[in-house]
């Protein structure tokens, strides 16, 4: 966070500065629920994107997860093992679901 | 695409879909009271922040106060988590290559030197902006209205540098490519393709923003920037722009940033349109940005709404606003300084004479006659685009 500001502060008013250093994007600590399958997630979601970008999506239904992660492996190649998707559709119903299976 | 009789249509759609289906899609007022981070990203203020690889950044609703947005305040979205985090500025180069005479590298000195430099002030907002107004939920960040804002871009024309380049007589499509990368080999790539004819002068590559170098989450140190379209055209990082005859199927062409292909634009959650088509031009909108849902007003006092309103460069013609749930419509004031593709600021006095509860509701209206439907109107989609309804905010007089 004290870098973080430096670089702000660095960077006013004097073109290209940003680039003359490297940019510096901060990690957000989210608050992720722990539980039996976190690992899987841990393993098969954060390659590509944050967890922000996951739970954005609030509480859903077990239909909803599975269908995202069928998503994430049809279109974005998502290498998910089924065993392990089961694991994180799971996971993801239990602490980001509405209580729906549908 | 007109969409003249977009509001017409979608009335009589909607009341259809209702009767004769339970899982229709519903649509509402977007969400609001997100919460600002107390984490600021590189050049920008704290911001509405979903995620941190790739940067999702959304502005405040009382960005919107003005016409013109600051650049640490503007809107970020990117799709893909990896975007170089340095820029050689000397060796940077924009590549012209596919159905052209004479390929070409060009620096950004070249860039700001060999062509006409030209300048357009123009709105920027995602095709899923407000898409927190569908429900059941659509795919992707559920933004509330401010994934959009306005800026002076300054730059040169595409069509200059495809004229030094040479287009070939069977040139078609023109596919943009930023830097931006997956983190995953086989993940496909953010690459935009348009069609010539979709490409007109007012379309350029931008360096500057507001007077300023491209802040690095808006796309430093070049963007596309087609007025009137949606950001997902606005390719940010601008490395590659490549001529082509034929249409390449890419996954973020064929499968993201679609619309039904039918005359309502609409579908329902269990049936899902089967013909689909990009999002290009913006429809009519305006968002209250001055007093906001849930503020407390006093009785009797002196308030001005404020806000803005666009298009896709038709222009605005009037901002109506309503503080009696829409029976009686009043027009605002307008400042329109920037242009056609610019937001038009609004204001409307307002002496609340009443206590309790009040709406505000504001309806743009464009120079074609088209005009905002009130929010359940909007169709439904599943990817949760385009949503332009009624801006409705409701405040207690106290």
Same mark, same amino acid.
């Given at each position: 966070?004290?870098?973080?500001?430096?670089?702000?502060?660095?960077?006013?008013?004097?073109?290209?500065?940003?680039?003359?250093?490297?940019?510096?994007?901060?990690?957000?600590?989210?608050?992720?629920?722990?539980?039996?399958?976190?690992?899987?997630?841990?393993?098969?979601?954060? &390659?590509?994107?944050?967890?922000?970008?996951?739970?954005?999506?609030?509480?859903?239904?077990?239909?909803?997860?599975?269908?995202?992660?069928?998503? &994430?492996?049809?279109?974005?190649?998502?290498?998910?093992?089924?065993?392990?998707?089961?694991?994180?559709?799971?996971?993801?119903?239990?602490?980001?679901?509405?209580?729906?299976?549908? | 695409?007109?969409?003249?009789?977009?509001?017409? !249509?979608? *009335?009589?759609?909607?009341?259809?879909?209702?009767? !004769?289906?339970?899982? %229709?899609?519903?649509?509402?007022?977007?969400?609001?009271?997100? *919460?600002?981070?107390?984490?600021?990203?590189?050049? $920008?203020?704290?911001?509405?922040?979903?995620?941190?690889?790739?940067?999702?950044? @959304?502005?405040?609703?009382?960005?919107?106060?003005?016409?013109?947005?600051?650049?640490?305040? /503007?809107?970020?979205?990117?799709?893909?988590?990896?975007?170089?985090?340095?820029?050689?500025?000397?060796?940077?180069?924009?590549?012209?290559?596919?159905?052209?005479?004479?390929?070409?590298?060009?620096?950004?000195?070249?860039?700001?030197?060999?062509?006409? #430099?030209?300048?357009?002030?123009?709105?920027? #907002?995602?095709?899923?902006?407000?898409?927190?107004? /569908?429900?059941?939920?659509?795919?992707?960040?559920?933004?509330?209205?401010?994934?959009?804002?306005?800026?002076?871009?300054?730059?040169?024309?595409?069509?200059?540098?495809?004229?030094? %380049?040479?287009? $070939?007589?069977?040139?078609?499509?023109?596919?943009?490519?930023?830097?931006?990368?997956?983190?995953?080999?086989?993940?496909?790539?953010?690459?935009?393709?348009?069609?010539?004819?979709?490409?007109?002068?007012?379309?350029?590559?931008?360096? @500057?923003?507001?007077?300023?170098?491209?802040?690095?989450?808006?796309?430093?140190?070049?963007?596309?920037?087609?007025?009137?379209?949606?950001?997902?055209?606005?390719?940010?990082?601008?490395?590659?722009?490549?001529?082509?005859?034929?249409?390449?199927?890419?996954?973020?062409?064929?499968?993201?940033?679609?619309?039904?292909?039918?005359?309502?634009?609409? @579908?329902?959650?269990?049936?899902?349109?089967?013909?689909?088509?990009?999002?290009?031009?913006?429809?009519?909108?305006?968002?209250?940005?001055?007093?906001?849902?849930?503020?407390?007003?006093?009785?009797?006092?002196?308030?001005?709404?404020?806000?803005?309103?666009?298009?896709?460069?038709?222009?605005?013609?009037?901002?109506?606003?309503?503080?009696?749930?829409?029976?009686?419509?009043?027009?605002?004031?307008?400042?329109? @300084?920037?242009?056609?593709?610019?937001? !038009?600021?609004?204001?409307?006095?307002? $002496?609340?004479?009443?206590?309790?509860?009040?709406?505000?509701?504001?309806?743009?209206?464009?120079?074609?006659?088209?005009? #905002?439907?009130? %929010?359940?109107?909007?169709?439904?989609?599943?990817?949760?685009?385009?949503?332009?309804?009624?801006?409705?905010? !409701?405040?207690?007089?106290?």
């Amino acid at each position: 966070m004290k870098k973080l500001l430096l670089i702000a502060i660095l960077t006013v008013g004097s073109l290209f500065a940003q680039v003359k250093s490297d940019v510096e994007v901060p990690y957000i600590s989210y608050q992720i629920k722990m539980g039996k399958g976190f690992d899987a997630v841990q393993a098969n979601c954060l &390659m590509c994107h944050s967890f922000g970008y996951i739970i954005n999506q609030g509480p859903q239904s077990r239909l909803f997860w599975d269908k995202k992660v069928d998503k &994430m492996i049809t279109h974005f190649k998502a290498p998910i093992s089924k065993e392990d998707k089961v694991i994180v559709v799971n996971y993801l119903f239990k602490h980001y679901g509405n209580g729906k299976l549908k | 695409m007109q969409r003249r009789d977009f509001f017409k !249509t979608s *009335i009589v759609a909607s009341a259809a879909i209702l009767g !004769t289906n339970l899982n %229709a899609g519903i649509t509402h007022q977007p969400k609001i009271g997100q *919460i600002v981070s107390n984490m600021a990203f590189p050049e $920008k203020r704290p911001m509405i922040t979903y995620s941190d690889r790739p940067p999702l950044l @959304e502005s405040t609703r009382a960005t919107f106060v003005r016409g013109i947005t600051e650049n640490d305040e /503007f809107f970020v979205r990117w799709h893909l988590p990896d975007i170089p985090t340095h820029i050689d500025l000397d060796s940077y180069t924009i590549k012209i290559n596919g159905l052209v005479e004479k390929e070409l590298n060009i620096t950004l000195k070249e860039l700001k030197s060999d062509y006409e #430099q030209v300048e357009v002030t123009s709105v920027l #907002q995602c095709g899923g902006n407000s898409r927190s107004a /569908f429900t059941p939920i659509t795919g992707g960040i559920q933004w509330g209205s401010g994934a959009m804002g306005c800026a002076k871009w300054k730059g040169v024309r595409l069509s200059d540098l495809l004229n030094r %380049a040479g287009l $070939k007589k069977n040139a078609h499509w023109i596919g943009f490519n930023g830097l931006e990368k997956a983190a995953y080999f086989e993940t496909p790539n953010f690459v935009r393709e348009l069609e010539l004819t979709e490409l007109d002068d007012h379309v350029i590559i931008a360096y @500057e923003m507001n007077g300023e170098d491209l802040p690095y989450l808006n796309g430093f140190p070049l963007r596309l920037v087609v007025p009137g379209y949606y950001s997902d055209s606005w390719v940010k990082m601008l490395s590659n722009i490549t001529v082509t005859d034929k249409y390449k199927h890419l996954f973020f062409m064929d499968m993201a940033y679609r619309v039904p292909d039918n005359a309502t634009e609409s @579908e329902t959650p269990d049936h899902l349109a089967k013909k689909t088509k990009p999002i290009t031009h913006m429809n009519v909108k305006s968002v209250i940005a001055y007093p906001e849902t849930g503020m407390k007003i006093y009785h009797n006092s002196h308030i001005v709404v404020r806000g803005v309103a666009f298009d896709d460069g038709h222009g605005i013609r009037k901002v109506m606003i309503s503080v009696d749930n829409g029976k009686t419509w009043k027009e605002a004031l307008l400042k329109q @300084e920037n242009g056609r593709y610019a937001f !038009t600021e609004f204001r409307f006095v307002f $002496k609340p004479t009443e206590y309790g509860k009040v709406s505000i509701m504001a309806k743009a209206v464009n120079r074609l006659g088209e005009e #905002q439907p009130l %929010a359940k109107n909007v169709p439904w989609n599943h990817g949760g685009y385009m949503y332009n309804g009624i801006d409705v905010v !409701t405040v207690e007089v106290v």
